[in-house]
């Protein structure tokens, strides 16, 4: 995952990567409408559309992070890439803990369609229930630009939410709800592998389903849960309960090594040198001044020399600094 992606800024201290394929599904999406001899209404319809859905998979993301803050977890880094994000935070042994930074990633989107609909109100725009129901159009003739880019942000949200919140497969959202009762029920050796049992069936839907619609991101996700829920199936045996180290709304995810780039690893060496070299001259100073320790408890402190009392005072003075 990371070989293919780069990083592109850092928000609130978190650094947030982008696959590259996820530019390039962007630009097909984006050609699409000119390619098919589209207006360029469509065209901007298309790139607000994607703006939106990347602001909102982005605070998806953030959701996740910004709970594992508040349970005292570490939030890494971020990656987005074709089937969504992929937020690295701190894993908590305490399955509520969990359950709590997962529901925070729907959470942001509910709250983007509460304001949508918000927004829609105050725009003056007639109020329709089938605006709640994101199979059904997105673009009306009667909604100027602005209004259809509301209904789209609400439309989204919906999806967004509806999707993770809703699927009980593993390693989405619902599927990591599901993990987290089970584990609370069960124990975590059961939980994993009734969670796993669950989601290939639902993974292998999602896959046919795809197929028959003709969505390549459903069959993607579809194989993508499959191979997660199998991996996750596998990772447990009766006598290692297979403990992830980082979180996402994918689910858990394995942190591979990073491999270290040629500057990288001489900082990394550098440092390691430097450490060393300032612990064996904290050693040699702490010898020298329990030699001198010894000699004053025997002779007195007047039986010192000057370079014997400054490497006293030297020794003082780093305590000092290190207070």
């Known amino acids: 995952m990371m070989d293919w992606s780069f990083r592109a800024f850092t928000l609130f201290g978190i650094p947030v990567r982008i696959h590259w394929t996820l530019l390039l599904i962007a630009a097909v999406y984006l050609l699409r409408p000119l390619l098919e001899g589209g207006s360029s209404y469509w065209f901007a319809f298309t790139a607000a559309g994607l703006g939106i859905l990347f602001v909102q998979v982005l605070a998806h993301e953030l959701g996740h992070c910004w709970a594992a803050l508040r349970v005292g977890q570490y939030a890494d880094q971020i990656v987005l890439w074709p089937l969504g994000g992929l937020a690295y935070v701190g894993h908590s042994e305490d399955p509520r803990e ?28 007639p109020w329709h229930w089938h605006y709640l129901n994101p199979l059904m159009a997105w673009a009306l003739p ?43 029920r069960h124990g975590p050796h059961a939980a994993m592998r ?11 839907v999602l896959t046919v389903w795809g197929f028959l619609q003709g969505d390549l991101f459903l069959i993607l996700l579809g194989i993508w849960v499959v191979i997660q829920a199998y991996h996750l199936k596998q990772t447990v045996t009766a006598d290692d309960v297979y403990t992830p180290r980082g979180y996402s709304d994918r689910g858990y995810v394995i942190e591979e090594p990073r491999r270290e780039g040629y500057f990288e690893r001489r900082r990394r060496m550098r440092r390691e040198r430097d450490a060393a070299r300032r612990a064996q001259e904290e050693m040699e100073l702490r010898r020298r001044v329990d030699e001198l320790l010894d000699k004053v408890s025997r002779e007195g402190i007047g039986s010192l020399t000057p370079e014997e009392r400054r490497v006293l005072e030297d020794a003082s003075e780093r305590l000092r600094d290190r207070g």
């Open 142 to 184: 009667s909604l100027n630009f602005g209004e259809t880019l509301l209904l789209a942000t609400l439309k989204i949200s919906i999806v967004l939410a509806a999707f993770n919140l809703l699927v009980p497969a593993y390693p989405l959202d619902g599927g990591r709800i599901l993990l987290g009762y089970l584990t609370l």
């Open 98 to 125: 969990d359950m709590f930074i997962t529901i925070w990633g729907p959470a942001v989107n509910v709250f983007f369609g509460l304001a949508a609909i918000g927004a829609i109100f105050a725009a003056g725009m």
């Open 194 to 204: 009734l969670s796993a049992r669950i989601s290939i069936p639902i993974g292998c």
